[in-house]
């Protein structure tokens, strides 16, 4: 089992910035790839960024260039610095952890995804 806590949410005009962190406890060992994901009221829960065990990342399109995952292995801790926020990005942010994802194409599908955390609001208002 894995627990996931996000932290880091808040309220933020246009054009600021975030960082979401989310500490992971429990067997993180086993996991391979860890991703945000996001779910705006009304709208359908998207994939925002993924990393895995090598470093690779994913991005969702509309983010790259404005948001950057890393990962801090000695911490167990998966951080999402957000820049250039846009009152688009106003969603609940999810963690989750995956134990194996083969395919790279399934890195921001959350189907593939094992472990969810509770989500933090981020807010971006004109």
């Known amino acids: 089992q894995v627990l996931l806590v996000e932290s880091g949410g808040g309220s933020v005009q246009a054009g600021g910035s975030l960082t979401l962190s989310c500490a992971a406890s429990?067997?993180?060992?086993?996991?391979?790839?860890m991703a945000w994901f996001r779910q705006a009221p009304g709208k359908e829960r998207e994939g925002v960024a993924a990393i895995d065990t090598a470093g690779t990342t994913k991005y969702k399109d509309s983010v790259k260039g404005r948001f950057t995952i890393s990962q801090d292995n000695a911490k167990n801790t998966l951080n999402l610095q957000m820049n250039h926020l846009k009152i688009e990005d106003t969603a609940m942010y999810y963690c989750a952890a995956a134990v194996r994802i083969w395919y790279y194409s399934k890195y921001l599908v959350g189907a593939e995804y094992n472990y969810w955390g509770q989500g933090t609001q981020v807010t971006v208002s004109s």
């Open positions: 429990g067997s993180t060992s086993g996991t391979h790839c």
